[in-house]
């Protein structure tokens, strides 16, 4: 499968965007999705996942209550709606996906597939 992130850009501190992620080859249906983000010269992590059929979702503490992620199967497509951003979110988002989890959901060798990184640059 192959997964084509979108939608980042430069934002003011406040502002909004969201983050599209569209897989082409097959369906995503069965695949658990989640975004991790990297900053320059530190690690990729987690920030957010959510089920096959989008029943349980799980966000990094410094996320919750301003991003939700959210799944159209039927357009094979996660999203990830970024609120109230602060200039900490900068960073590049990586969209990732596996059938069946070998570890933790939050790890990122737990997925294998990954897409191409989308750029979020928040202004202060």
């Known amino acids: 499968v192959q997964l084509q992130a979108c939608g980042g850009g430069l934002v003011q501190a406040g502002g909004s965007l969201r983050l599209s992620c569209a897989a082409s080859?097959?369906?995503?249906?069965?695949?658990?999705m989640a975004w991790f983000r990297q900053a320059p010269g530190k690690e990729r992590n987690s920030v957010a996942g959510?089920?096959?059929?989008?029943?349980?979702?799980w966000y990094a503490d410094s996320v919750k209550g301003r991003f939700t992620i959210s799944r159209d199967n039927t357009k094979s497509t996660v999203y990830l709606q970024m609120n109230s951003l602060k200039p900490e979110d900068a960073a590049v988002y990586y969209c990732?996906?596996?059938?069946?989890?070998?570890?933790?959901?939050?790890?990122?060798?737990?997925?294998?597939?990954w897409g191409q990184g989308t750029q979020v640059t928040v202004s202060s």
């Open positions: 990732a996906a596996v059938t069946v989890l070998r570890g933790s959901v939050t790890e990122r060798g737990s997925y294998d597939y």
């Open positions: 080859g097959r369906t995503l249906s069965n695949w658990i």
């Open positions: 959510i089920s096959t059929i989008g029943g349980y979702a």
